[in-house]
């Protein structure tokens, strides 16, 4: 149900943000320093250290425009130096899932209290975006909202099973401060009409 104070659909472009970046590296940056002081074994060590870089790479790489182009062309590169057929099919495969997906951009919330997630696809014109994805999404409870963090936890159709559910941060700097403002008003009063809308916000 919706009020006729907020009649007209919410935009929410989405942009990068300087402070979630940092908080990310400085984890994995902790999470580096941690295994100094660990006893363990030569092997293991590379293990960790593979596996934090490679987690810090897919955090801050995959979902950026430049770097997911550049994930999906070098494979591609050096797959076309394969003779072997399957080779090329196998890695494609095990490849897509990781590296080709959709970069959202902008979050519609509708009049009528529908989501809308809007992607482009960087793999067919990246200077004017032609290929524009539109997924609708469900809200699921136990949103966090405040003026400095707000969190909000969706299922996406259209979407494979294992990227159906996705959190969507939003930070002062990575979001238009009146479109911030409005979403948060906007969020307490869909709760406020119906506790069951926003189970356990906070």
Known sequence: MSSQKYASPLHIELRSSATLTSVVV??????LLC????????GV??????AVVLSLVLTLCVE???????????PQ????????????????????????????QKVVWDADDR??????????????????????????PGAVVHPRLTVLNF???????YRRRKSLVLLPDNVDASVFRRLRVRLR????EDPDNLAGLK
């Open 45 to 50: 060590r590379l293990a960790l250290l593979i």
């Open 155 to 161: 299922v996406i159709d259209g979407m494979p099973w």
């Open 115 to 140: 989501w809308k997630f809007v992607a482009s696809d960087d793999r067919v014109d990246e200077a004017t975006y032609d290929a524009i994805l539109v997924y609708d999404a469900i809200l699921l």
């Open 64 to 74: 950026g425009a430049w770097c997911q182009r550049w994930f999906q062309q070098w």
């Open 77 to 104: 590169q050096w797959l076309q130096q394969s003779s072997q057929q399957w080779l090329q099919h196998r890695a494609n495969n095990l490849l897509a899932p990781i590296f080709k997906r959709p970069r959202f």
């Open 26 to 31: 400085f984890i994995h940056v902790g999470a």
């Open 189 to 192: 009063w869909y709760a406020n």
């Open 35 to 42: 295994m100094i002081p660990l006893d363990l074994p030569l």
